[in-house]
């Protein structure tokens, strides 16, 4: 059974920084892209960025410089270290993958960036 599970949310002020994980089993990790997806609000989900198994890195204009996805194949875990973060990034951050065809989301993990 494929199970993906965030976590690492939270309330944090504006410049502040969050770690997210995304925990994952039921999956050969080290062989499947991995996806951070975020919903705010009133607003359609969205893509955040993506890591390769062989380790490319991929992010929205919007995070550029300010996030960074990686991944501990050994722990079966992705990660996604925020920093510098504005009001603009809260929402709710999903982990997504793909495998046979088949899209697997976790229960997401809220971020609330306020003063």
């Known amino acids: 059974q494929v199970r993906l599970v965030e976590s690492g949310g939270g309330l944090v002020q504006p410049g502040g920084s969050l770690r997210l994980s995304c925990a994952t089993s039921?999956?050969?990790?080290?062989?499947?892209?991995m996806d951070w997806y975020r919903q705010a609000p009133g607003k359609q989900r969205e893509w955040v960025a993506s890591?390769?198994?062989?380790?490319?890195?991929n992010y929205t204009d919007s995070v550029k410089g300010r996030f960074t996805v990686s991944r501990d194949n050994a722990k079966n875990t992705m990660y996604l270290q925020m920093d510098n973060l504005n009001p603009e990034d809260t929402a709710v951050y999903y982990c997504?993958?793909?495998?046979?065809?088949?899209?697997?989301w976790g229960q997401g993990t809220q971020v609330t960036v306020s003063s």
């Open positions: 890591l390769s198994m062989v380790g490319n890195r």
């Open positions: 997504k993958t793909v495998r046979n065809g088949i899209d697997y």
């Open positions: 039921g999956i050969l990790f080290g062989f499947l892209k």
